[in-house]
């Protein structure tokens, strides 16, 4: 049973444009969220975390949107930049533990 | 600069061998972690360490062993590599005690078996 779910494997939008990237999980004793970026041949590099005591994190362009009682957490990037193309993990942890991720978004930004 | 390291960074091996996967990290990070990466799957745990001597499997740990004897490295082994070990493989560090959880990972290893 997947804990961690990112339903959509491929995200494309124009530059400018805002991207969301969705996360869906089912183990409701997760209190740390989290979303990773990764380039090719290198190794994920963390973006932005959320508590599980709020509900919003922001950092720049992008913010992080968190529902507990749908246990569903969102990404957003405005604007998007090419720059931003990418995979986009989501991953959550308990009491700052071990971290289950998701199977990634490969987001592409268009010139 | 901190930082953690994996070497080497591409291996090919037959089945059968045993294979040794370096990971050092100069953050004097409590914790470690090996993630696998495969192609269309996320990051699956196979080991991580919360200290000197402590060890615990993920949920892909079959195959696989780590130790872990100092707070700088903990090596991963495959004991007889096999066909399905294929993957590119992460190290991650993260502080502790309680934080966010960030992860500091390594380039990756990446690992054929042939």
């Known amino acids: 049973d997947q804990q961690v779910k990112q339903n959509s494997p491929s995200l494309s939008v124009q530059e400018g444009r805002i991207s969301i990237l969705n996360c869906d999980y089912t183990?409701?004793?997760?209190?740390?969220f989290l979303w990773y970026k990764k380039y090719p041949a290198e190794g994920p590099t963390f973006l932005i975390s959320i508590s599980s005591i709020k509900d919003k994190n922001e950092d720049g362009r992008f913010t992080v949107f968190l529902n507990k009682s749908a246990k569903h957490l969102s990404l957003h990037i405005v604007p998007s930049q090419p720059g931003d193309s990418a995979v986009y993990f989501c991953a959550a942890s308990v009491n700052a533990g071990k971290s289950t991720f998701g199977d990634g978004t490969t987001l592409t930004v268009k010139p | 600069d901190a930082e953690i390291t994996q070497s080497p960074r591409h291996k090919i091996t037959e089945t059968g061998r045993q294979v040794t996967l370096a990971c050092h990290q100069t953050w004097n990070h409590n914790n470690m972690f090996w993630y696998r990466q495969d192609l269309g799957h996320g990051l699956r745990l196979i080991h991580y360490s919360y200290g000197v001597h402590d060890t615990n499997k993920g949920e892909v740990s079959d195959g696989y062993s780590v130790s872990r004897s100092n707070t700088e490295d903990l090596p991963l082994t495959l004991e007889s590599a096999a066909s399905s070990q294929t993957s590119v493989y992460f190290c991650a560090s993260s502080e502790s005690p309680l934080n966010t959880g960030e992860l500091f990972f390594g380039e990756g290893s990446r690992l054929t078996v042939l």
């Open positions: 183990n409701s004793m997760f209190d740390y």
